[in-house]
């Protein structure tokens, strides 16, 4: 599975932005997808799962409530719908796929290649 996230950019405290990871390769279409986040100087961090049919979904509890996970099978594409956003989800943002959903959030087997997103205060 290839990954190419994009969507980033500079936005306000309290703006939104949507981030969007097309997948590409013979299993992009069963894929399990997710987010990740990494600020400097921070480890990588999980933030949102889906599961290929996107009948499951789970956060981390730094974003519930303000990001919401989805996908479009038919354009092999997920999303990640960030409102409210604070100068703390300042980072670089991954998409990422595998194969079986409990490992996605631990260690998925593939990454894109990242987007920066940067919320000033």
């Known amino acids: 599975v290839q990954l190419q996230a994009s969507g980033g950019g500079l936005v306000q405290a309290g703006g939104s932005l949507r981030l969007s990871c097309a997948a590409s390769?013979?299993?992009?279409?069963?894929?399990?997808m997710g987010w990740f986040r990494q600020a400097p100087g921070k480890e990588r961090e999980f933030l949102a799962a889906?599961?290929?049919?996107?009948?499951?979904?789970k956060y981390a509890d730094s974003v519930k409530g303000r990001f919401t996970i989805s996908r479009d099978n038919a354009k092999k594409t997920v999303y990640l719908q960030m409102n409210s956003l604070k100068p703390e989800d300042t980072a670089v943002y991954y998409c990422a796929a595998d194969g079986a959903y409990h490992v996605l959030s631990i260690r998925p087997a593939y990454w894109g290649q990242g987007t920066q997103v940067t919320v000033s205060s």
């Open positions: 390769g013979r299993t992009a279409s069963n894929a399990n």
């Open positions: 889906i599961s290929w049919y996107g009948t499951s979904t």
